[in-house]
């Protein structure tokens, strides 16, 4: 089924829309890759066997979608009307919720979410107060589509933003609109998104290249997967658009417009995301939005797929444009801009995938609606990837300028398990920490690059008490090193150095000039290093030093971890005064070191000792210390 | 002239041609960069970060009170200038960081002549840095040999392997590749003794004839741009052969080499 032209669009969508109003009830099951880890396919075969028996098929509709956000609390069903949401679901729970719920209309308290504090059960999924902070201008459709099925995109007014773009808009005016929008780039970087495309139509050149960069590589992130899994075609849209965008025409005079080609470029890591973009990508041309006369507007433009080889550095532009080619993922100075000689040397617009995520909406509602979220410099919601030791771990999308705050304790519930919060990581690799004292400021492009870290491209881990901030440092370096082209001796050889000087702080062989020396380090591949990866690079172990510089006085002067992290510097010892002599630690000790009689109080053998933490993890009387 | 326009080099106005890469200004100008992976034949590569200089770009006007600068660090070999730029190449931060990428090259490398020279010329004597091996390493990852044999010579038999502090010059399988036609221009460029080729005949040719091997035709006019391909062995060369009958054996060259190190050329490399 082809459409044809923007009326025959229009026309496509009423009667999709339509044929779904034989629904009295939408039960979408949330199929994201968290989910699937959780266990929904069983629940999801479970509805389906249930909804055959009873013969409810034709008015109940059963939509598995792709995320929904709350990981943490994984199975989920939401139920519609009456957006009902139930959590932690079970397989062996569906009968019942199809009898109750679905055919009833009777909520079911047990399976609904508790909030922890005050143990009220809560039954819409907008009054959670995880949901009710959010403003899911990207995510919010997931909820409401199924991620393999064109039509339902269509339903909801998709590729209608496209049909104005292409009919309504020249090049200039539909940059124009993104320029006002103020959109910036998702990936980290935040680059004015419109001034990238203005580049690039000006820029000469009779092919010209949309990539859409989905190499995620941050430990922890999974936005863009998720916006993949759950909505890729928002994401085709906008390329298609972006496309439009920057496609001059040929030589002066002529009608003939320049040739525009496309890219996603996938990591090998996300084989669910991958499925759904191409399975996307095979019914956009089947129904006509990508090929040739695209909704017959004379534009042509398609789309190929590129798996990446497993490289973090191939998320930096010109690196993955070296990929591209065929050529080893390394990257080159960027004097000479991408948007002039990008892909092959030709004009190459390359944008993260919550980017062009973003830019349908913006065609749709206009740039003003756009600003109305989010702050002067930094306009629009960002997704972020809550992970750590919070409540509510999951994917969240809020307004920018939002406080770290609200973001670690309203949506994410604090620190679980009565441990204090100690810090929050953001950006990623490129990121730094930051300590309790500097949770109100706002998360945005700006405000936290000043403070030492960076809002990067959405990842947000949080540390509590156990968390040892030089080891955390250290993680980052070696994950950086590891992932480093070594091209340029800054990053490459600074990254081995700070990992021989933090290793060997963490044993217990620091000295007393290494701060120091690690400054120096930093600021040398801060400034000498080729790329953004090597740039950046220094900033967990800037930001640790700045922050938590203590932390690294206790384990270089006294060699001791505070968190007992840290093996060589941690010692297991029994505190006697908490001890209730229940002897747990002595069943779970691999060793025998620690030993005591029944309801007396126990002792740990230094000697037999091998730092496991099972006493530690065991012990429900904090009897058992780490750091004397 | 068009194209020309002004730049700021060390306090001083220059002259330059737009997007004409800063090292080219400098070479003029009489101001000395160092570079390690720099090689006037091939593509610059901006590895080494041993040429970093320090940009300003300054928008000022005399009408404009408000003047916007924003400064970074940028390798001369590859940034092309604009009007405006302002550079600077000797100042103190620029050879803190300077210093600091030769110290780790030296620390990597620290028995290779090659480098420990280079590092004195520049104020660096010891390094914090452990050696890459236990025995110190002999590579210092410039690239020189791996993009010759790309560019120049065409013959694409080096490569890159592995990544990070792994990274190596490689060929497929270590093993000698098959597409080498051993010219010799990778042991030629590189700075180290990390590339090693052959003996003596081609030392010689090396030390008269500078950085690219050509063949010695091509030294005679005969065979213009020509690269030798068999390490200078002439005697089971067919290039030889078909010149020789050519040129015939009363020509210079044949007469200044007696008879007996003719035999020679055929002794293994």
Redo the contacts between chains.
């Keep these: 089924m082809k459409a044809t032209s923007r009326d025959h669009l229009a026309e496509i969508a009423r009667e999709i829309a339509e044929s779904y109003g034989r629904f009295k009830t939408t039960i979408s099951v949330c199929g994201g890759t968290g989910c699937q880890a959780s266990g929904c396919r069983s629940v999801r075969h479970a509805l389906e066997a249930e909804l055959k028996k009873r013969n409810l098929t034709d008015i109940v509709r059963l939509l598995v979608t792709g995320c929904h956000g709350f990981c943490q609390q994984g199975p989920l069903i939401l139920i519609r009307p009456g957006d009902i949401l139930y959590c932690k679901v079970q397989p062996d729970w569906v009968p019942r919720i199809v009898e109750e719920t679905v055919i009833h209309g009777r909520t079911i308290d047990n399976f609904l979410y508790r909030d922890p504090v005050s143990m009220i059960r809560i039954e819409k999924e907008q009054d959670i107060p995880f949901y009710a902070v959010q403003s899911k201008l990207i995510l919010g459709d997931n909820t409401c589509l199924d991620p393999t099925d064109i039509r339902d995109y269509i339903a909801l007014g998709g590729y209608q933003a496209l049909a104005k773009a292409l009919f309504d808009l020249d090049p200039e005016e539909i940059i124009e609109i993104i320029q006002a929008s103020r959109l910036r780039g998702r990936g980290g970087g935040g680059f004015p998104t419109g001034r990238k495309w203005a580049s690039a139509l000006k820029a000469p050149g009779d092919h010209k290249w949309v990539i859409c960069n989905a190499d995620e590589g941050d430990p922890g992130a999974f936005m863009d997967e998720s916006i993949l899994e759950g909505n890729p075609h928002l994401v085709l849209e906008g390329m298609i658009i972006g496309a439009r965008a920057i496609c001059a025409d040929a030589p002066v005079g002529s009608t003939e417009l320049a040739k525009v080609g496309g890219f996603v470029y996938v990591r090998n890591e996300y084989p669910l995301a991958l499925e759904r973009i191409s399975e996307a990508i095979n019914q956009a041309r089947e129904w006509g939005f990508l090929g040739k006369n695209i909704l017959g507007s004379g534009f042509d433009f398609d789309i190929r797929i590129n798996r990446g080889g497993g490289a973090f550095v191939c998320g930096e532009s010109t690196a993955l444009i070296a990929s591209l080619e065929g050529k080893p993922g390394e990257p080159r100075a960027k004097y000479i801009h991408t948007v002039e000689h990008g892909y092959h040397s030709e004009p190459t617009v390359l944008n993260n995938v919550e980017t062009w995520a973003n830019v349908p909406g913006i065609i749709r509602h206009g740039p003003a609606k756009y600003r109305e979220l989010g702050t002067e410099g930094s306009p629009g919601t960002k997704i972020f990837s809550l992970v750590g030791k919070v409540q509510n771990t999951g994917l969240v999308e809020i307004p920018m300028g939002t406080s770290l705050r609200r973001l670690v304790e309203d949506i994410g519930g604090g620190v679980p398990e009565k441990k204090t919060f100690k810090a929050v990581q953001t950006g990623g690799p490129s990121g730094g920490c930051l300590p309790e004292s500097l949770l109100d400021l706002p998360v945005d492009f700006d405000a936290l690059t000043e403070a030492g870290s960076m809002m990067g491209s959405g990842g947000i881990i949080v540390m509590d008490s156990d968390t040892c901030m030089v080891d955390v440092a250290r993680y980052f370096v070696r994950f950086l090193e590891s992932e480093s082209c070594g091209k340029c001796t800054p990053c490459r050889e600074g990254l081995r150095e700070m990992d021989r000087i933090l290793t060997r702080i963490t044993e217990g062989r620091g000295e007393s000039g290494d701060p120091a020396y690690l400054v120096e380090l930093a600021r040398w591949m801060e400034g000498g290093s080729l790329c953004a990866l090597g740039t950046t690079a220094a900033n967990p172990v800037l930001s640790t030093l700045k922050h938590f510089s203590d932390e690294y006085t206790t384990h270089i002067t006294d060699r001791k971890c505070p968190a007992g992290v840290c093996r060589e510097l941690t010692e297991y010892y029994v505190v006697e005064e908490n001890c209730t002599g229940c002897t747990l630690c002595a069943k779970v000790c691999p060793t025998g070191a620690a030993s005591g009689e029944s309801k007396k109080a126990h002792s740990i053998d230094t000697l037999l000792c091998i730092k496991c933490n099972e006493c530690y993890k065991a012990c429900k009387f904090d009897a058992i210390g780490r750091c004397r | 002239m068009p194209g020309d326009i002004e730049i700021t080099l060390n306090g001083r106005k220059v002259i330059a041609s737009e997007r004409e890469p800063l090292i080219d200004v400098c070479a003029r100008e009489g101001v000395h960069i160092p570079t390690l992976c720099r090689h006037h034949r091939l593509e610059p590569y901006?590895?080494?970060?041993?040429c970093?200089v320090k940009v300003t770009w300054g928008l000022s006007t005399e009408a404009s009170a408000k003047v916007e600068k924003k400064s970074?660090?940028?390798?001369a070999c590859?940034?092309?200038v604009e009007a405006g730029d302002v550079f600077d190449t000797e100042t103190s931060?620029v050879i803190?960081?300077r210093r600091?990428?030769i110290e780790?090259?030296l620390?990597?490398c620290p028995n290779e002549p090659g480098v420990v020279e280079f590092a004195r010329a520049h104020g660096v004597t010891s390094s914090?840095?452990?050696p890459a091996t236990p025995e110190g390493d002999d590579c210092i990852?410039c690239?020189l040999c791996v993009r010759v044999c790309d560019e120049v010579v065409g013959a694409k038999a080096l490569?890159?392997a592995?990544?990070?502090?792994?990274?190596e010059v490689a060929t497929p399988f270590m093993e000698h590749p098959e597409s080498c036609i051993g010219c010799g221009a990778c042991s030629a460029l590189c700075p180290t003794t990390a590339m090693k080729m052959e003996g003596e005949k081609a030392a010689v040719l090396r030390r008269n004839h500078g950085d690219i091997r050509p063949c010695r035709y091509a030294l005679m006019g005969f065979f213009p741009g020509g690269i030798c391909a068999n390490s200078y062995r002439c005697y089971g060369c067919d290039v030889d052969q078909r010149y020789r009958d050519l040129a015939g054996d009363e020509h210079p060259i044949f007469m200044a080499r007696p008879p007996a190190d003719r035999a020679k050329d055929g002794e293994a490399a």
Excluded at chain 2, 46 to 50: I, L, T
Excluded at chain 2, 72 to 75: G, I, N
Excluded at chain 2, 162 to 167: A, T
């Design positions: 901006g590895a080494c970060r041993v970093l970074r660090y940028v390798t590859n940034y092309p931060d803190r960081l600091m990428s780790a090259l620390g990597r914090r840095f452990p990852l690239g490569g890159f592995s990544r990070g502090p792994d990274r």
